[in-house]
């Protein structure tokens, strides 16, 4: 297992002159014991797939519970990206260099992701579950079920309104059992 530092490109603007997002996301090239070789990605919230991305397939797309996948070669020298179909137009997820990133530049990434005031991980409450065929994710005061990809994709979305509720949700959802609940409701817009 090699560990991959990778620079989002979801809902992010045109690089083509130069990257404009930093190394903050992290996944995983797996190597089987036949020599096959996986991208496993279990961060990527609401669009990546909980299956491993086959890396030997080249440029074809695959057919993963979530949707359809593929890697492609970058724009960027030397790195690869992710895409995801939605509504039959590729959209990049993410890009990475193949090469294993080490443990002081995963320790920078996650430093700067978890403390720069601009991060997304310092100003927005987000978590991510997936129980059986269904994606459950909250984002500050909007709570998502998502069943399904693609047109067959049926979602509910709730407003979550007060403290009381949000708490419920993390606890029986999430399975997160928080010690200091001040400030949670800071999250949520009145």
Known sequence: VEPLLCRVRWGKPDDTEEPNTGFTHFALKVTTEDGSHFLADVGFAGTNSIEPVNLDVGQDPQELPEG????????????????????????SLYEWRDEKAPLVDQEC??????????????????????????????????????????????????????????????????????????????????
């Open 68 to 91: 359809r996948f593929r890697v492609v070669p970058s724009k960027h020298k030397d790195f690869h990206v992710l895409e995801l179909l939605v509504k039959d137009e590729w959209r």
């Open 109 to 190: 990434s996650n430093w700067f992701s978890c403390t720069y005031p601009a991060a997304r991980f310092t100003n927005q409450l987000f978590t991510c579950i997936i129980i059986g065929d269904e994606r459950h994710h909250i984002l500050n005061d909007i709570y998502v079920i998502r069943k399904g990809h693609g047109i067959q994709n049926k979602t509910t979305t709730e407003k979550i309104t007060n403290k009381a509720r949000l708490l419920e949700l993390i606890d029986s959802v999430f399975g997160v059992k928080l010690i200091d609940k001040n400030g949670i409701d800071r999250y949520l817009k009145q």
